[in-house]
């Protein structure tokens, strides 16, 4: 079974700072790996994904993530912070393409103070 | 406008009654999913379909069931035995071996 750790629940920076949010992983087999944004009662945004391609993903908003298989992680970056950003940022694994579904973690809030 | 939709936005469950969450999607995806999410607790898998009259249960199907009798939609039925029913409900699907694409949310309450 798969799983994925997110460090930190609430994470916050300084408009214009670099982003960075964490993510951890635990797969059997290579695994699919997907960033979402979540804005206050709404549905989740892609904002990347890493399906064994290239290992620098670029986004969408400016956001990129790379993976690292020695470290079983997924990090999201992003060089410059705009208020805009400010969100629920959720990492997600799967295997065998998703179609099972996909395993979340428990998300990161990240605040933009200005 | 291609989509997922949502509805109600949100809804109110008295004790011991059914509900019902729909969902719709005019994407001609195969598979669709639902998740339920808590404060602090991520998205947790219900239940998912990969394809028409078939489904299979998630992580936490135990209190709800669903159908699958149209490949647009895969409505939702949280039962009267779901003894903690109050969350946020995300409908999401994806075409085989895609990306999930996730629906606006249903607010369900109980009052």
């Known amino acids: 079974a798969q799983s994925v750790t997110q460090l930190g629940s609430h994470v916050s920076v300084s408009e214009g700072a670099l982003v960075l949010l964490r993510c951890n992983y635990s797969?059997?087999?290579?695994?699919?790996l997907f960033w979402y944004v979540q804005y206050p009662n709404q549905g989740l945004q892609l904002l990347l994904k890493y399906t064994s391609a290239a290992t620098l993903v670029k986004g969408i908003n400016g956001f990129e993530a790379e993976f690292k298989k020695s470290e079983t992680s997924f990090h999201l970056t992003k060089p410059s912070a705009h208020m805009s950003d400010a969100a629920e940022y959720f990492c997600a694994v799967s295997v065998g393409g998703g179609a099972d579904g996909l395993t979340f973690g428990k998300g990161t809030h990240l605040i933009i103070q200005p | 406008d291609g989509g997922i939709t949502q509805s109600p936005k949100y809804l109110f469950r008295k004790e011991g009654q059914n509900v019902t969450l729909s969902c719709e999607q005019n994407?001609?995806?195969?598979?669709m999913y639902w998740y339920r999410q808590d404060p602090g607790q991520g998205l947790r898998l219900i239940y998912y379909s990969q394809i028409v009259n078939d489904f299979q249960k998630g992580d936490i199907a135990e209190g709800y069931s669903v159908s699958r009798e149209k490949k647009e939609s895969f409505p939702l039925t949280v039962t009267s035995a779901q003894k903690n029913p109050t969350a946020f409900y995300l409908c999401?699907?994806?075409?085989?071996?895609?990306?999930?694409?996730f629906g606006p949310g249903t607010r369900l309450l109980v009052l």
């Open positions: 797969s059997s087999v290579p695994p699919y």
């Open positions: 999401a699907s994806s075409p085989s071996l895609g990306t999930q694409y």
């Open positions: 994407l001609n995806h195969d598979a």
